[in-house]
C-alpha cells in the first residue's frame, strides 16, 4: 500500500513480513530479476520438526509400557489405532492400522467378538543409541503366549514419538 508523503513522493507502509515479500517482488519485477522473499527460509526452520534432546524430554518408560499395551489393545479390537496418532510417526501408524484391519478381518472370519486382553509386563529394556533416540522391547505376558513388542522413540517436537514398532 503507498501512501503520498508530505513532499508528495509516494512512500510504502510495512505491516507483515508479506508486505516484505511482496515488496521485494515488486523491486525484482521492476528491475527484470527474479529475487526470493526474504524469509521464505524462517518458515522451514520454524514449521519443520525439529529434534528435541534427552534432557528436554520427560522419562520415556511410562510411554513405553502404555504404548505397548495399547498396541496388543488395538490388535484385540478393544481400542481403536486413531487414539495413538499422536504418539506414533506416520509409517508406524500406518503399519499399525494395516495390522489392525488384518486382526479384525481374522476375527470376523473365526467368529470371535473382540475383547480387553489381560496382559502382564514382565520386562522392559531400554537404551538410547543417540541423544534423543530411545529404542526398548517390552516383554508382555498374556493368557495365551507371551510377546514382545520392540519400540524405537525418537524426540520431536518437545514430545516422545515411537518411530517404529514391531510386534514379535
Given at each position: ?43 522451514d526452520?520454524?514449521?519443520s ?25 488395538v490388535?484385540?479390537?478393544a481400542?481403536?489405532?486413531d487414539?495413538f ?5 506416520e ?18 472370519a ?9 496382559h ?8 538410547s ?40
Amino acid at each position: 500500500m503507498t501512501r503520498p508523503s508530505r513532499g508528495g513522493a509516494p512512500y510504502v507502509l510495512l505491516d507483515s513480513t508479506r508486505s516484505l515479500d511482496r515488496l521485494a517482488s515488486m523491486v525484482a519485477s521492476a528491475s527484470g530479476t527474479a529475487a526470493e522473499p526474504r524469509h521464505a527460509h524462517i518458515a522451514d526452520d520454524y514449521f519443520s520438526r525439529q529434534r528435541t534432546p534427552s534432557s528436554a524430554l520427560p522419562d520415556p518408560e511410562p510411554l513405553l509400557l502404555n504404548l505397548a499395551r495399547g498396541v496388543l489393545e488395538v490388535l484385540a479390537g478393544a481400542r481403536e489405532a486413531d487414539q495413538f496418532a499422536r504418539w506414533l510417526a506416520e509409517d508406524a501408524y500406518r503399519k499399525l492400522v494395516i495390522r489392525s484391519n488384518l486382526a479384525a478381518r481374522a476375527r470376523s472370519a473365526r467368529g470371535v467378538r473382540a475383547a480387553r486382553p489381560h496382559h502382564t509386563i514382565l520386562a522392559l529394556r531400554q537404551m538410547s543409541p543417540a541423544d534423543g533416540v530411545v529404542e526398548a522391547v517390552v516383554v508382555i505376558a498374556g493368557p495365551h503366549r507371551t510377546r514382545a513388542i520392540a519400540i524405537r522413540l525418537e524426540g520431536m517436537d518437545g514430545r516422545w514419538r515411537a518411530a517404529s514398532l514391531a510386534l514379535l
